[in-house]
């Protein structure tokens, strides 16, 4: 597509920006991988038609007033870029689109507040902790609550949650085991206040097949969440204080949630035009999800043999299959269980709804889209779901509770591999 976007006009961020729309042809075949444009049926909110709206703004011919409903509507779960036969890099439009507009935008009171309590909150566990026990306290008050809260509230879990965890800087592999590689494990944000046993199952496994784990201890948010939303000040502040944290003599640094890897995959975008640009790269190119170290490892300790049938429904998270491109590592992990039956979710690629804060900046659209998501997974008829993301994990909890039919474990693919160790495989 060709384009008028002035070379200069928003820094380093325009290049990446214009090659994106200039790669658009305009052939559609984007809109049958969109979630929006399936649930709107517009073409303004479609993965061409935001390109189209993007690229007017950027050359003047569009108000941010006007495409900003559009394309805060896009969910950034990048369906699109698979499915484009011209390989549009769709996430360096739209990311790179918030994070240049966003200081222009005027925002509504109930906006700016819901964005100012989830950027202060989330990416700080101990803080989102203290907001999640009072948010719980709050649930019965959410009818007269503003209603740009209201999201929030319905999202956290009605039981108590766990303490955070604190890890020792460096973990050995278990007694008896040779070292066979050695890690540095990302925690993630909100997983630690929402799931913590994720992590405890990351380190179990890793430990157990002769790999040693360091956790640093000034590690923080990966920023994803602030880059989505446009926070590229924040953005930059998280990746930088990520690069000093993390040690570079590892074999590799471990995300166990799909965002956070995607999130640090995007450094060097996050970071371009900045010092910091090369040793982004450096850190993208090391860390991997901990389904893909795994596969990589190989020759992993066996799994017991329950001796009965599990059928497992795999949930692809967005920014696992999309971002990252990883599909089949954690399907084979899943497979090599004994016993284990990996089915697929029909319209598997069709996102959850959760990506990032979308479920709470866009709530009926992110519920619609997890309702179709938990009906999808009932299809199936499975004993449990997996999947590779908090976010995803929450949104499927969310609405297969509400679904009003029987209650279906939901785990992190590494806790089923854990589980299975155990000899606890249908544990929820």
């Known amino acids: 597509m060709q384009h008028r976007i002035a070379p200069d006009s928003s820094g380093p961020l325009t290049a990446p920006m214009a090659d994106a729309v200039s790669k658009c042809v305009h052939c559609g075949f984007c809109l049958a991988a969109c979630p929006t444009y399936q649930e709107l049926q517009q073409e303004a909110d479609s993965p061409r038609g935001r390109i189209v709206i993007m690229k007017e703004v950027l050359e003047g011919t569009l108000t941010l007033d006007d495409a900003n409903p559009h394309v805060d509507a896009c969910l950034g779960c990048l369906a699109c870029e698979p499915a484009c036969p011209s390989g549009v890099p769709y996430r360096d439009l739209i990311s790179s689109f918030r994070a240049t507009t966003n200081p222009q935008r005027h925002r509504s009171f109930g906006d700016r507040l819901r964005r100012k309590l989830v950027s202060t909150t989330l990416p700080h566990p101990g803080r989102f902790q203290l907001a999640a026990m009072a948010g719980r306290l709050a649930k019965p008050l959410a009818p007269v609550l503003p209603k740009a809260l209201r999201p929030m509230l319905e999202l956290l879990p009605d039981e108590k949650l766990p303490p955070l965890v604190v890890y020792p800087p460096t973990i050995a592999p278990r007694d008896g085991t040779t070292r066979r590689a050695r890690v540095a494990l990302l925690l993630g ?51 930088i204080r990520n690069l000093g944290a993390f040690p570079a003599d590892v074999d590799a640094v471990i995300t166990n949630a799909a965002g956070c890897g995607s999130g640090i995959h995007e450094y060097p975008l996050i970071l371009k035009g900045t010092s910091a640009e090369a040793a982004a790269q450096a850190f993208a190119e090391r860390t991997c999800d901990i389904s893909v170290f795994l596969t990589r490892l190989g020759d992993l300790a066996p799994v017991p043999d329950p001796g009965r049938k599990t059928r497992i429904a795999y949930h692809d998270a967005c920014h696992l299959a999309n971002a990252q491109g990883v599909t089949l590592p954690p399907r084979d992990l899943l497979r090599a269980i004994p016993g284990v039956d990996v089915v697929e979710i029909p319209e598997g690629h069709l996102c959850c709804g959760s990506a990032g804060t979308y479920n709470i900046d866009q709530p009926d659209i992110a519920a619609s889209l997890g309702r179709q998501k938990a009906a999808r997974v009932r299809a199936t008829g499975a004993d449990l779901v997996a999947s590779g993301n908090i976010g995803c994990l929450t949104q499927l909890r969310t609405h297969l509770a509400r679904d009003g039919g029987p209650s279906l474990p939901i785990r992190h693919t590494v806790q089923v591999l854990r589980d299975a160790y155990h000899g606890k495989l249908s544990a929820s």
């Not at 929402?194 to 923080?220: C, F, K, M, S, W």
């Open 189 to 239: 944000c909100a997983q630690q206040v929402l799931d913590p046993d994720i992590n405890d199952a990351t380190i179990d496994v890793l430990t157990r097949n002769g790999v040693e784990v360091v956790v640093p201890e000034t590690q923080g948010c990966c920023g994803a969440l602030s880059w989505h939303v446009g926070d590229l000040t924040a953005a930059q502040k998280f990746a």
